[in-house]
């Protein structure tokens, strides 16, 4: 069965720097990946999402991930924090039977 | 933003009472999915639709149940609610299935007390 991994939490880093969210995935086969975002109290939010083709994938508020099928990996990055940025985020892989796996989630904290 | 509505935002409910939450899409979409967040468990699939009519479980079912009378509504009905179902319900939908992501509505906020 497919799975997806979230290491960490919660991650805490100042405004400016560099955001690095884990995302570790288990398919048997090859896998559609996203990354969603959850503001406090709101619903989720698609960032950027992987089906195939090129392997780094651009999405929404300066966010990028890629995928990395050696490593069984889907990294969420962004070059420069901002205050914004706060939040919990979100990564799922796509099972065949037309159902979405999250993981449990990362929150983003982002200090001044 | 898609159409689609949760009702109600909030609600309290005593131990061993029905409710039924209703999920409201103006998408026209074939995929609608019932999904549960508690701390430390992200989001779990409690059932899904693949049309007026067809439904099946996720992996947390126990205890909900679901109708899909139409194709904009998916109700989801606790039976008989237990302090268990206090949660964050999130109703998606999807045109295409999995692989072309979900929207998500606000969500519903049940407290079994």
């Known amino acids: 069965a497919q799975s997806v991994t979230q290491l960490g939490s919660h991650v805490s880093v100042s405004e400016g720097a560099l955001v690095l969210l884990r995302c570790n995935y288990s398919s048997s086969v090859p896998p559609y990946l996203f990354w969603y975002v959850q503001y406090p109290n709101q619903g989720l939010q698609l960032l950027l999402k992987?089906?195939?083709?090129?392997?780094l994938v651009k999405g929404i508020n300066g966010f990028e991930a890629e995928f990395k099928k050696s490593e069984t990996s889907f990294h969420l990055t962004k070059p420069s924090a901002h205050m914004s940025d706060a939040a919990e985020y979100f990564c799922?892989?796509?099972?065949?039977?037309?159902?979405?796996?999250f993981g449990t989630g990362t929150r983003l904290q982002v200090f001044p | 933003d898609a159409g689609i509505t949760q009702s109600p935002r909030h609600k309290v409910t005593e131990t061993g009472t029905p409710v039924t939450l209703r999920c409201h899409q103006t998408e026209n979409h074939r995929y609608m999915y019932w999904y549960r967040q508690d701390p430390g468990h992200g989001l779990r699939l409690i059932h899904y639709s693949y049309g007026v009519k067809d439904t099946d479980k996720g992996e947390v079912s126990d205890g909900y149940s679901v109708s899909r009378s139409k194709t904009e509504d998916f109700l989801l009905t606790l039976e008989s609610a237990t302090s268990s179902q206090t949660s964050v319900y999130f109703c998606a939908i999807s045109e295409w299935g999995s692989q072309g992501g979900y929207t998500f509505g606000s969500g519903t906020r049940l407290t079994v007390v």
């Open positions: 799922a892989v796509s099972e065949i039977t037309d159902k979405l796996i």
């Open positions: 992987y089906t195939t083709g090129a392997t």
